[in-house]
């Protein structure tokens, strides 16, 4: 009864890719490198250090023409903001290409190699080859109507954004928590106390610091005064769509039957942050009312720490956080019923918690270790934390007892590069630096604030009697959520393999693209794990054009299969063999090249995943669809077995998401100058974790091994 994946034809993923990585965040890692240097050419300085350069004067945020707007999972429908808030942030909104739709014989040619290696016989490859034939034919009219639609009804978006919101995610009914959220775990921060002071723990600590720097960010969001993400080595470089960030802070995905929908409010009248602790839900303002700018770091931490004595008292409230965990039409049903008991207390209470900026998550109870620890508080909140989440929420920041921190973000509107973009930002000043910063400001004290007492509210406390009471079925939803979100969560395993051996510094010298070379080491991997290959996803951005989220590289190829199938299902032991070993490395180069190949197809929207998908929604009632979408071997090349994405940064230690289909794997991974990181998801019935993360290190251990005895000047001894 696995429902969810029945929408893994659609699935997206962070779309954190190529050109991105080797930007900006390789400039944080030229600074991580040089920790002492006080001074810096701008060209070498993070994208955070960067945007502070241009916080000369306090943004202005602009009241918004209505205090709340409800969205639809249509962009266009709220791209009046856009122009509304103006600056930097939207400036090129306007002059974004639009999505591409490539010639069904572009996308045939592309799509046969990638599917042919999965054929279970040679029937199965010559009736493909048949139905890729004939598709051309077929599909003439349905390519027309496509291309109506981005001339005409989408001329000003995305052909596909629309669909893609909608089908995607929203219409999706799957529990939010393991199908739809993400999680980010970050770096220790090592400027905290050594113990905690004040009755404060270094959670509420590091979580004050991530909310000073949060205040930041979206002051220069909500003013339109950050800079617009661009891509590209030389100027003018490539512009990326901007229209994610408007779903960013002050939101809240809300559940309906059928379609969900995502609430976002306006910023310049919502100046509350949301803060969970112990399963209750509190508000206290964190920033100016009328600027914007974070309040002193000092009255950040007291009214945490309020937070978190309120959560060990106070009105005796069901654990309302699992109500988000479940199916979509549940959680809507539970809405209504809280709606229905709590009536307009409970309606402005939602209010309160859909408003704040983002969600701080005070996991007081927990003080994860290893980064499989960390990975499973901030991806699920597990057994032990789950009821102290808020799914819904597009921003999730979690701090533990121990000054860990993470993030869990909420994928229906935003994909993850700009939310990577506000996690750099955010980590890139640590405690010390925070605090720093706060003191120079004069504002070290919290004199001519309210005091925590005063300020910190309970946002369902009002409400507990009528939540408790005999005409109220809240309690019994509540303990139905909690154990269908315990069973969600017992049944899914996750592993972080930290693979020491070598990075991207090494593979560059072996003449590859790393992320290329790691795909096909992933590749090789799941091979010995299944004894077959697997339909592989890696997520693209496609943001250079209007309204643009993802496309899909496929990695399986005839190049992938040639290389897997001659390393073999065991590792050969023959490097030394130097026949063996040159054709080998020269069947791994041709491998990269072709990923590579496609990598910079999909980038550009070329890719067939998202033509296919556009081209099966415009088959009209009645109509008979082209054969080839009914073909066994083009479902399974699409059923994502292997589902990666790339994200390296140098402040985040981990992160992950689930797998997209039954019999397969989630698989997001780093690739550091000197170490990768891989998080491995799946179902825990298989025990694939544990097994991938050890072939994973053999494959990478292996390839290193042809590639240095290749290399390696043959003795005369």
């Not at 969810?4 to 490198?33: D, E, V």
């Not at 979100?485 to 017992?490: P, T, V, Y």
């Not at 065991?570 to 026949?579: I, L, M, V, Y």
Request: net charge neutral; glycine share 8%; aromatic share 8%.
């Amino acid at each position: 009864s696995h429902k969810k994946y029945q929408n893994n034809f659609l699935w997206s993923h962070l779309a954190i890719n190529s050109p991105m990585l080797r930007q900006g965040i390789q400039r944080s890692y030229r600074l991580a490198a040089n920790p002492t240097k006080k001074s810096l050419p701008s060209s070498s300085l993070s994208p955070s250090q960067s945007l502070l350069r241009t916080m000369s004067a306090t943004p202005n945020f602009k009241p918004w023409p209505h205090p709340m707007v409800e969205s639809h999972g249509d962009y266009r429908a709220e791209a009046y903001l856009e122009d509304h808030i103006g600056g930097k942030l939207y400036s090129k909104q306007h002059s974004l290409p639009k999505l591409p739709i490539p010639s069904i014989l572009d996308t045939i040619s592309k799509f046969l190699p990638t599917a042919l290696p999965l054929a279970k016989s040679d029937e199965e490859k010559e009736t493909l080859i048949k139905a890729c034939d004939d598709f051309e034919g077929q599909a003439g009219e349905l390519q027309k109507r496509l291309v109506e639609r981005r001339e005409g009804e989408m001329k000003d978006s995305s052909w596909l954004q629309f669909w893609w919101n909608t089908l995607g995610y929203l219409q999706v009914r799957d529990p939010l928590v393991i199908n739809v959220s993400y999680f980010f775990h970050f770096s220790d921060d090592g400027t905290l106390p050594q113990t905690p002071t004040d009755n404060k723990s270094l959670g509420v600590l590091r979580a004050a610091s991530l909310l000073y720097s949060t205040a930041q960010f979206r002051q220069l969001v909500a003013s339109g005064e950050l800079p617009h993400e661009a891509i590209g080595r030389k100027e003018p470089k490539t512009a990326l769509c901007s229209a994610a960030y408007k779903y960013m802070f002050n939101a809240c995905r809300v559940p309906r039957k059928d379609e969900d929908t995502y609430r976002i409010y306006d910023p310049s009248m919502n100046s509350h942050v949301i803060v969970a602790c112990g399963g209750k839900f509190y508000s206290f303002d964190f920033v100016e009312k009328e600027s914007g700018e974070p309040l002193p770091l000092d009255v950040l931490e007291e009214r945490l720490k309020k937070c978190v004595e309120m959560s060990k008292s106070g009105p005796s409230l069901p654990m309302l956080g699992y109500l988000t965990s479940d199916n979509r039409d549940t959680c809507a049903d539970v809405r209504e019923e809280l709606l229905r008991v709590g009536g307009s207390k409970m309606e402005e209470a939602l209010k309160v918690l859909e408003s704040g900026a983002v969600l701080i998550c005070l996991d007081e109870n927990e003080e994860p270790v290893s980064k499989k620890q960390g990975s499973e508080i901030f991806w699920t909140g597990g057994l032990t934390s789950g009821h102290n989440r808020w799914f819904d929420k597009s921003i999730q920041l979690i701090c533990t007892n121990n000054g860990k921190a993470g993030m869990n973000g909420e994928h229906s509107m935003m994909d993850g590069m700009p939310v990577v973009g506000f996690c750099d930002y955010i980590t890139n000043k640590s405690y010390g630096d925070v605090a720093a910063q706060s003191n120079s400001k004069g504002a070290n004290n919290s004199g001519g604030y309210e005091s925590a007492d005063q300020n910190v509210k309970d946002i369902f406390g009002d409400c507990a009697a009528e939540l408790t009471s005999p005409g109220s079925n809240v309690v019994t939803h509540v303990s139905q959520t909690k154990s269908n979100f315990d069973k969600l969560i017992s049944a899914h395993e996750l592993e972080v393999q930290s693979f020491r051996g070598y990075g991207s510094g090494t593979i560059k010298k072996m003449g590859f693209s790393p992320d290329a070379y790691v795909q096909m080491a992933m590749q090789l991997a799941t091979y010995r794990l299944w004894g077959e290959q697997g339909g592989t996803y890696e997520a693209t951005q496609v943001r250079p054009f209007l309204h643009g989220r993802t496309e899909t590289t496929r990695t399986v190829s005839p190049a992938s299969e040639a290389f897997i199938k001659t390393m073999g299902l065991r590792p050969k032991r023959d490097e030394t063999d130097a026949s063996k070993r040159t054709e080998k490395v020269e069947l791994l180069r041709e491998a990269v090249g072709s990923h590579a190949k496609y990598i910079g197809a999909a980038a550009k929207a070329m890719g067939v995943d998202r033509h296919f998908l556009g081209l099966a929604l415009s088959v009209k009632d009645g109509e008979s669809a082209p054969p080839l979408f009914s073909h066994p071997l083009y479902a399974r090349s699409k059923t994502w077995r292997v589902s990666t994405s790339h994200l390296t940064h140098p402040r985040f230690d981990s992160w992950g998401y689930g797998e997209v289909t039954p019999d397969g794997v989630g698989l997001a991974y780093s690739i550091h100058p000197d170490n990768c990181m891989f998080c491995i998801t799946a179902l825990r019935e298989h025990g694939w974790p544990e097994r991938l993360s050890h072939l994973l290190e053999e494959a990478l251990l292996e390839m290193q091994t042809l590639n240095d005895l290749d290399k390696a000047p043959i003795s005369k001894l």
